[in-house]
């Protein structure tokens, strides 16, 4: 009988481990450097793919559940899966995550590369205008549909990420690019500013947004983290002049998650605040979510991950 108990105990106990021991983090990184139509190329979104698998290594995030979006020339874990920042294959990574993940999962979404904004055509939009983030074979305004071709809506994002939130999985995103509608231009010929204004994408002066209901907010454990806030510009610099380009978001962020050792996100984004202050143009990130004040990702930096 007591023989009979402990089998009951131990099969019972290692199913609660194996519960655990199942929860994943799975990470799509996008960086653009090179756009195929747009005369808008950027020089560090490929370093800072290299800077945040390297970080969210450190940090155990497995490789073989990293997708990798451009930086076609860096060297990588063979592991890592990689493809190409395109529309296409951006919202097939995203689809894959969202089918892999399980309830306590966490996956993470990363863009670094130009941002914009066009007419809403969801109506949803307080100030008449969506949010876009822009792949490599984003074109410009195309009137007969009305949106930026190729783009990636904020709408869209939130219904995916709706969707794995309602698995009960963590959404971690991190945008290193900007949105605002004025003023994208490098500062002192220093930075190159990460944002296109909406008629450098051929968006009509005229064009009128759909009125429509308000979306419904997302529900679940997110945090959200932007480079900049929304009126501001977001940049990338050359480090000390080594021809080494990275988003100034990026590389605070990598440089206190390599140290971050059981703090939130918000002192996180503090930390990160505290450090780009300092920089060449006034750039101030922003977040937002439920888990802001829960523990970062993992417990600090490790050495190694092992399978248990």
């Keep these: 009988m007591m023989r009979h108990a402990l089998f009951h105990l131990i099969c019972a106990t290692a199913i609660c481990f194996g519960a655990q021991a199942r929860a994943e983090t799975r990470a799509v990184l996008i960086g653009v450097s090179d756009y195929l139509a747009l005369d808008a190329d950027l020089k560090g979104p490929d370093n800072d ?129 900007c949105h605002s509608a004025t003023g994208f231009r490098a500062i002192g010929g220093e930075g190159i500013s990460r944002g296109l204004a909406p008629e450098a994408l051929g968006v009509p002066a005229d064009a009128v947004s759909v009125e429509g209901v308000d979306t419904p907010p997302l529900s679940g454990e997110f945090v959200f983290l932007y480079s900049s806030q929304s009126d501001q510009r977001s940049f990338e610099y050359e480090l000390a002049d080594s021809g080494v380009w990275q988003g100034e978001f990026t590389l605070r962020l990598a440089q206190q998650l390599r140290a971050a050792e059981g703090i939130s996100w918000r002192q996180l984004l503090a930390a990160v605040s505290d450090a780009m202050v300092q920089g060449p143009a006034r750039q101030v990130p922003a977040g937002e979510g439920p888990l802001l004040d829960s523990q970062v990702l993992g417990t600090g930096p490790v050495s190694a991950r092992y399978l248990v």
């Design 49 to 177: 793919l290299a800077l945040m698998v390297e970080v969210l290594g450190a940090r155990g995030v497995a490789p073989d559940h990293m997708r990798v979006l451009g930086g076609a020339a860096i060297t990588l874990p063979a592991s890592v899966h990689r493809g190409q920042p395109t529309r296409a294959q951006i919202m097939a990574a995203l689809d894959a995550v969202a089918d892999a993940s399980r309830a306590g999962d966490t996956v993470i979404f990363y863009f670094s590369g130009h941002g914009s904004q066009a007419p809403d055509q969801s109506g949803d939009e307080g100030g008449g205008y969506d949010e876009i983030l822009l792949p490599a074979d984003a074109t410009g305004w195309k009137g007969s549909v009305g949106t930026v071709e190729n783009a990636i809506l904020d709408d869209e994002l939130q219904e995916w990420a709706a969707g794995v939130l309602a698995k009960g999985a963590q959404v971690i995103g991190v945008i290193d690019a």
